[in-house]
C-alpha cells in the first residue's frame, strides 16, 4: 500500500492556503443532503460537530458520558498555545512551527506543523468571540505565559483550568446546533464498530450505554474524535473512560494506525502511592514557570526539604539546560527526574519523586500572585497530599499522559479508509516523537474548527452516495459482531475483575513499554501480553447484565481491545531501533544520555495495517523529508 499524505509543496507559508483553494467545494443548498456521523464531543469532535452543524450539513455526534460537557478535554489545566507575539518577545508562526517540529524530535510531518502554527491565531480569536475567558494582563490584553521546548511565551490560558473553559465554548457552539435542529446529539452511546460499503465508511454500530441496545447510524462521512489510548497503561493522568475502542475497531476494518509507540510521559505528576491507586493526577507543566525542580545531593539524603541547605540541593535541569532550565520538553525533563531517581536521590518514601519548590517565587512575588496563577493546583494537590506547597515543596514523578500515536491521516485528515476522518489525539497527530506542552488544545480545535470543515467538503463533493439499506450485509455483519462479544464477556463468568487484568496489563506496558525500553523487554513483553489475553478471555468476570447501566462491561469491552494494541505498541517500539522524543531505547543514546535518533534509517512514520486476527500487522512506512527544519541533535543546553 503506497501511503499518500497529499501534503503540498512549494512555499511552505502558502501550501494551506493553495491547497485550500484547490478542494471542491459543497455548494450551500447541497450541505444539508449530506449527514457526517461525529463520534466525540470533546474538544475535537465537539468543534468540528459545531462547525460542520453551522455550515449546514446534518450532523449526528456521539459520546460515552452523559453530557458533552464531561469528556476528558475538561481536565486540560495549563493553556493552549498561540503564535500571536503578545509580548513581542520574538515569537512568529515560524517559530512555533520550528520548535514543534524541532520538539517533536523530527518524526512529524512539517506541512502539517506549519499549518497548525498558522491556524494557532485564528483559534485564540474564535474562542474569544466565543467568550472563553482568557487570563488578562492589567492593560486587558490577553495574558499568557511560558511551556516547555520554547524560550517565548505563547501559552494562552484560564488559571488551571484552560481545558474546561475552552469546553465550554465549543460546547455551546455545538448546543446552539442542537437547538438549530443541525446536530443530534447521542449521549451514553459507545461506537463499537465502523461500517464499510464498497470500501468505504458509511457508518457506525452502537451501544446504547443505558439499555444494551445494539443499533447502527449511517452518514456520508465518519469522524472521529475519541481521544488517546493513554490508559492502556492503566495508570495514567487520562480520563478513566478514555480508551483506543474506536480507532481500534477502525484499524481492524483497514485504517492504517500511525506510530502506536510514541507515548508521552509528562515530568510533573503526583507521585504514585499504593496499589489501591486507579489513576494519577498531573500537576501541569505551567508550573514550571515558577516552580524549581530539584533534589539532595547526596544518595539517600532523606532530610525533610526545608533542612537541606542550599548548597547541598541539585536543581539538575538548571544545571544540566542552561538556556532552557526548568522548561526543557517533557520527553527530557521526564528522563532526568527518572535518572536521578535511579541514582538514589529521589524523594518521599518511594524514593521514586522529586521536588518542585515554589519558595524562590514565593519570596518573589508573594502568595498571593503564586495563588492567582495556581490556586487551583495548589489546592489539588493539598487535597490529594495532604501538604501544602505553600510551605513544602511539591513531589513529582512522571507519569503516562498523552499518545502521540493514533490513526494516520493524510494532510486532510482522511484515513486510509475513504471518508473517515480521525482529528484531535485520536489521530496520529502533527506532534511527532513528543508532544510540546499547551499544543493538544491547539491540534484539536484547529482540526474541528478550521481543517476538517474545509478538507471533508472535497470528500463528499467529489463522490456519489447511495442510501443505505439497514438490512445490508455489511451492517448486520458489524452488529452481530458487536452483540456476539457483549454476550461472550458477560457469560465468562471467570475468577477476576476487569480491574486486576487491567492493572496486570498496564504495569507490563510501564516496565517494558514506558519511560525507558530496550529490545529484551519489548520482546518478553510480546510474550507475556497475549498470555495475559487469553486468560482474560477465558476468565474475566464481568458483573451486572447487558440491559442495563454497566460500567463493568463498558470497562471489559475497552480492556479486550487495550490487549491487541498493547501488543501493536510494543511491536512498533521494537521496530524503532532508535530513540526518539518518548519512545527512549536504552540501546540508542549519546555518551549524556540523550536521545540519539538514527535519521538515515527511521525517518518516518510507522503505518501498520491489521492483516486479520492471528497474523502479523504489515508495516508501511512514510518516509519524512525535512525542507525547512533540518533534522540536528535536540538541544536544549
Ligand atoms: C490532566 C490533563 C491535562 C492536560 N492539559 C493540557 C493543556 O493544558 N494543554 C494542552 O494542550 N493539552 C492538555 N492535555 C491534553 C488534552 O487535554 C487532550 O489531548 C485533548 O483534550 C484531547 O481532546 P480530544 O477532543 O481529542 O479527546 P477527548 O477530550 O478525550 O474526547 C473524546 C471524546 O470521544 C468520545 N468517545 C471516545 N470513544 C468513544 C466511543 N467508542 N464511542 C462514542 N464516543 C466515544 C468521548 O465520549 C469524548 O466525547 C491535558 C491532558 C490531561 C490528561
Not at 467545494?25 to 456521523?37: E, G, S
Request: proline share 4%.
Amino acid at each position: 500500500m503506497e501511503l499518500k499524505s497529499k501534503a503540498p509543496d512549494g512555499p511552505i507559508e502558502t501550501r494551506w492556503e493553495r491547497h485550500r483553494f484547490n478542494l471542491k467545494l459543497v455548494n450551500p443548498a447541497n450541505k444539508r443532503k449530506y449527514t457526517i456521523l461525529v463520534v466525540g464531543s470533546g474538544l475535537a469532535g465537539g468543534s468540528a460537530a459545531a462547525s460542520l452543524g453551522e455550515l449546514g450539513y446534518n450532523v449526528k455526534c456521539f459520546c460515552f458520558q452523559d453530557s458533552p460537557r464531561r469528556a476528558h478535554s475538561i481536565a486540560a489545566q495549563g493553556g493552549i498555545n498561540a503564535a500571536k507575539n503578545y509580548h513581542n518577545d520574538g515569537d512568529s508562526i515560524y517559530r512555533l512551527f520550528y520548535d514543534t517540529v524541532k520538539g517533536g524530535d523530527f518524526r512529524a510531518r512539517e506541512s502539517n506543523v506549519y499549518r497548525l502554527a498558522q491556524i494557532s491565531v485564528d483559534i485564540i480569536d474564535q474562542c474569544v468571540a466565543q467568550g472563553v475567558p482568557f487570563a488578562r494582563e492589567y492593560s486587558g490584553y490577553l495574558d499568557n505565559r511560558s511551556f516547555g521546548g520554547a524560550q517565548v511565551s505563547r501559552t494562552f490560558y484560564a488559571r488551571g483550568q484552560t481545558g474546561q473553559q475552552l469546553l465550554l465554548g465549543a460546547y455551546q457552539a455545538l448546543e446552539r446546533q442542537v437547538g438549530n435542529g443541525q446536530v443530534t446529539m447521542f449521549p451514553r452511546t459507545e461506537m463499537l464498530d465502523l461500517i464499510m460499503v464498497d470500501g468505504r465508511a458509511r457508518g457506525i454500530v452502537v451501544r446504547d450505554l443505558i439499555t444494551g441496545r445494539v443499533s447502527s447510524h449511517f452518514g456520508d462521512a465518519v469522524v472521529l474524535g475519541t481521544g488517546g489510548y493513554g490508559n492502556v497503561f492503566y495508570l495514567s493522568t487520562n480520563a478513566k473512560g478514555s480508551n483506543t475502542t474506536a480507532i481500534w475497531r477502525a484499524y481492524k476494518r483497514g485504517a492504517l494506525f500511525g506510530n502506536p509507540c510514541f507515548t508521552q510521559i509528562h515530568p510533573t505528576c503526583i507521585p504514585v502511592s499504593g496499589e489501591y491507586q486507579s489513576k494519577l493526577t498531573l500537576m501541569s507543566e505551567s508550573l514550571r514557570n515558577d516552580g524549581r525542580v530539584w533534589v539532595p545531593k547526596q544518595t539517600g539524603d532523606r532530610r525533610d526539604p526545608g533542612s537541606i541547605p542550599e548548597g547541598e540541593r541539585d536543581y539538575y535541569l538548571e544545571r544540566r539546560y542552561p538556556s532552557f532550565g526548568n522548561l526543557v520538553p517533557r520527553d527530557v525533563a521526564s528522563r532526568n527526574a527518572k535518572a536521578v531517581c535511579d541514582e538514589g536521590r529521589g524523594v518521599g518514601e518511594s524514593g521514586l519523586a522529586v521536588y518542585l519548590d515554589f519558595r524562590d517565587a514565593i519570596k518573589r512575588l508573594g502568595d498571593h500572585t503564586i495563588k492567582e496563577r495556581y490556586g487551583n493546583l495548589f489546592d489539588m494537590y493539598e487535597r490529594i497530599t495532604g501538604e501544602d506547597p505553600y510551605r513544602v515543596p511539591m513531589r513529582i514523578y512522571p507519569a503516562i499522559h498523552y499518545t502521540m500515536g493514533g490513526l494516520w491521516v493524510d494532510y486532510n485528515l482522511m484515513s486510509t479508509i475513504p471518508g473517515l476522518y480521525v482529528i484531535g489525539e485520536a489521530n496520529f497527530s502533527d506532534h511527532g516523537a513528543n508532544r510540546l506542552g499547551a499544543s493538544a488544545l491547539m491540534q484539536g480545535l484547529a482540526d474541528g474548527y478550521f481543517v476538517l470543515p474545509n478538507t471533508i467538503g472535497d470528500y463528499l463533493a467529489s463522490n456519489k452516495f447511495e442510501s443505505l439499506d439497514p438490512s445490508h450485509p455489511a451492517v448486520r455483519d458489524a452488529e452481530a459482531g458487536v452483540a456476539n462479544q457483549v454476550k461472550r464477556l458477560l457469560s465468562t463468568k471467570g475468577t477476576r475483575s476487569v480491574d486486576s487484568y487491567h492493572r496486570e496489563l498496564g504495569k507490563i506496558m510501564w516496565d517494558h513499554c514506558g519511560m525507558a525500553r530496550t529490545a529484551e523487554g519489548l520482546k518478553q513483553a510480546l510474550r507475556v501480553i497475549p498470555e495475559l489475553r487469553e486468560k482474560f478471555w477465558s476468565d474475566v468476570k464481568v458483573l451486572g447484565n447487558g440491559e442495563e447501566l454497566n460500567q463493568s462491561l463498558e470497562k471489559a469491552g475497552r480492556l479486550a481491545d487495550f490487549f491487541e494494541l498493547a501488543e501493536l505498541m510494543c511491536l512498533d517500539a521494537l521496530d524503532r531501533n532508535e530513540s526518539c522524543g518518548g519512545h527512549f531505547r536504552e540501546e540508542y543514546q549519546t555518551a549524556e544520555g540523550e536521545a540519539q535518533r538514527d535519521d538515515d534509517h527511521y525517518a518516518y512514520v510507522s503505518a501498520w495495517e491489521f492483516k486479520g486476527a492471528g497474523n502479523a500487522p504489515a508495516l508501511h512506512k512514510e518516509p519524512l523529508a525535512f525542507e525547512y527544519v533540518h533534522p540536528a541533535q535536540r538541544s536544549y543546553k
